[in-house]
Every structure is written in structure tokens, then in C-alpha cells.
């Protein structure tokens, strides 16, 4: 064969390969894109927590007090609330008595109506 239709030949060839690698590459790429969804997910919403002021701004009656500078409850509040855990401690409770709290309430159901929940123990 002649230097030039060798040269031809060869060009040919590498023409052919060029394009079934692009060929290859374009079908990879449609396959490998991630379908785009029809909407951003939606999150659900939190339950408002219980306001202490009224829409005049005068202070509405509160549920909770604030522990007494020693870390005891005030009367009538025996219900302990650490506000960095989000966990409250009834009395009799394991850990009742070694929990300094941030937050007193008159009742269990009132610190779960805030938005707390009961220790586990």
C-alpha cells in the first residue's frame, strides 16, 4: 500500500474511533444526570410555642418562673426545665434532685405545652 492511503487509512480510522468515544461519552452523560425534582421538599411546621405577651404588649399571665438563685424551685413550680436539653424532671424523678433548671413549671403538662419533653428515667 502507499504511504498515502495508508495515511488516509489511518485517518479514517481515528475519525471512526473520535466518534463512537464521543458517541460513548454523550450517552454516559445523559445517564448519569440526576433528575431535578418538581419541588424543593416541603418542611412541615413546628407547633407554635406558648407566647407570653398579648398582641397590646402587655405581659400575659406566665406559665413558668425562674429558678431561685440557689437552683431551687419556687413554690408552687416544682417542675424542673433545662432549657439547653429541652427536657424537663418531675419530682421523684431520677435525676430530679442533681438538676440545676432554668425554668420552673406548676405542672408536666404545662412544660410539654412549651414545647418540652419528659425525661426518660
Not at 33 to 44: M, V
Not at 57 to 80: C, F, I, M, R, Y
Request: net charge positive; proline share 11%; with cysteine.
Amino acid at each position: 500500500m502507499t504511504p498515502i492511503g495508508t495515511a488516509l487509512r489511518r485517518t479514517v480510522l481515528l475519525t471512526l474511533l473520535a466518534l463512537g468515544v464521543g458517541a460513548a461519552l454523550s450517552w454516559w452523560r445523559s445517564q448519569a444526570t440526576t433528575p431535578t425534582p418538581a419541588q424543593p421538599p416541603q418542611w412541615p411546621d413546628w407547633p407554635a410555642r406558648a407566647d407570653t405577651t398579648d398582641t397590646s404588649g402587655a405581659a400575659a399571665e406566665q406559665a413558668w418562673l425562674p429558678a431561685n438563685e440557689d437552683g431551687s424551685t419556687p413554690a408552687g413550680h416544682p417542675v424542673k426545665v433545662k432549657e439547653s436539653s429541652g427536657i424537663f424532671h418531675v419530682p421523684g424523678g431520677r435525676f430530679y434532685d442533681r438538676t440545676k433548671p432554668d425554668r420552673c413549671y406548676p405542672t408536666a403538662a404545662a412544660a410539654e405545652a412549651d414545647g418540652y419533653r419528659r425525661s426518660k428515667t
